[in-house]
């Protein structure tokens, strides 16, 4: 499918596809350690999209999958969906939850017979065995990331149920000792164990930062919305910028600052509130 870039006039980068021309240097900021992963938008270009069969008039830029010495417990990826495009069945595994992220576009879902209509920046958590469908019904093209990541069930609790939402209607919380400078949106319920992972956006003002290195058993996805900044990743320092993704494996350290001029702000995907299974 030939589609032409997204001129996205929303707050979330969703600017994908192309191709260089011979004259451009080959180096990018494209990297594959054994802790972590980075994908810069400069490497989303046509050819290596990727078609899902459940999808039609849709291509996508997968930018994690379980691989062995990476980032084991999700698959997260970047779909584009042209006017009439959609799916009926989206989720060919029935034991896979979902979580959905808008950043351009408008996606007309389906979930269990009740129609929502979202637009940039509107979310959608998709339970495991769920019956939903998903269908561009606008004139443009729609971007969104597409979260998957098979569910744990929890003995004595109830799998969660669908939630439906936009990030900009959440009140995001400030965290301690930073005078609201780093702030946390959560869309999934953290304190909810039904829940077994999380999906935040995380705010950094110009000069904020994560002052020590995280070093933790979440495993992340970073897809930079907006802005700039430094990632601390293991031993390294990485700078990245509005389009970039990063994969973090278990136990990466990690920190970062803002670097301006504008918020440094970040679609954040963790594991958590289960046991370590053994």
């Known amino acids: ?29 494209a990297i594959v350690t054994e802790a972590y992963t980075v994908i810069p938008k400069g490497v989303l270009r046509d050819i290596v999209t990727s078609v899902f069969p459940e999808w039609t008039n849709t291509r996508a830029w997968v930018l994690n999958r379980p691989v062995a010495g990476g980032a084991t417990t999700f698959a997260q990826s970047i779909v584009e969906v042209a006017p009439g495009g959609g799916a009926t069945k989206p989720e060919p595994q029935a034991e896979v939850q979902g979580f959905i992220f808008v950043l351009t576009g408008q996606l007309t879902l389906i979930i269990e017979g009740t129609e929502h209509v979202l637009e ?81 956006i995380v705010t950094f003002e110009p000069g904020a930062s994560i002052p020590f290195a995280e070093t933790h058993v979440m495993e992340h996805g970073l897809y930079v919305l ?53």
């Open 1 to 29: 499918m030939t589609v032409p870039a997204i001129q996205n006039s929303a707050s979330y980068y969703a600017n994908f596809g192309g191709h260089p021309p011979q004259s451009d240097l080959l180096t990018d900021r």
């Open 120 to 200: 940039d920046g509107g979310y959608a958590y998709l339970p495991a065995g769920s019956t939903w469908s998903a269908r561009n019904d606008g004139t443009e093209l729609t971007s969104f990331h597409w979260l998957r990541k098979r569910y744990e069930p929890l003995a004595g609790v109830d799998a969660p149920g669908p939630v439906v939402g936009n990030e900009r209607d959440v009140e995001p919380g400030a965290m301690p000792g930073t005078d609201g400078k780093w702030r946390t949106t959560r869309m999934l319920d953290p304190d909810d164990v039904a829940f077994d992972f999380g999906v935040n």
């Open 226 to 278: 907006e802005g700039k900044g430094v990632y601390r990743l293991n031993g390294d320092w990485v700078e990245v910028e509005a389009g970039d993704y990063m994969s973090l494996r278990a136990f990466c350290p990690q920190a970062c600052y803002a670097g301006g001029p504008d918020n440094f702000r970040y679609l954040l995907y963790k594991d958590q509130n289960r046991q370590v299974a053994l």
